[in-house]
Structures are given as structure tokens and as C-alpha cells.
């Protein structure tokens, strides 16, 4: 299973939080990736960052440290 952490937009936004995950030792999966591309990255449709359910407590605590974590 994976744990959505967040629904976003601006792809610059996205990378940054993809390399902290990634140098936290998480695997973050981006999700929705293709219907961004077909829509030509205008932004009308967010795109997910995930991770294995059992790393969400890890990445929630990476996010909300580098100030990045908004509570749903």
C-alpha cells in the first residue's frame, strides 16, 4: 500500500520535496505524472507524492522538519 502525502502543482515544488524524501533514504512515487504531461504541464491537474505505507510516519516527520508539511 502507499500513503499520499500531498497533491501538487508546481513540478519545481515537487522535485525539492522528491530529493528530501529521497535523501531521508524514503522512496517518494509520483503519482499522476501522465495526465500532467498530456494536459502539456499546465498546471489544471496536480500531481500526488506518495510513499510505501510503511514510511509515510518518516516522511511526514522529513516534510514537517524542512517546514513542508501541512496538515490535511
Sequence with gaps: MIRVLLSEGNPVRLGFLQALLRDGGLRPLLLDSHVSAVQGRIG??????AVPEEQAAAA???L?????????
Design 64 to 72: 514537517r522538519e524542512a517546514g513542508e508539511w501541512t496538515a490535511r
Design 60 to 62: 511526514e516527520a522529513l
Design 44 to 49: 489544471a491537474f496536480p500531481q500526488r507524492l
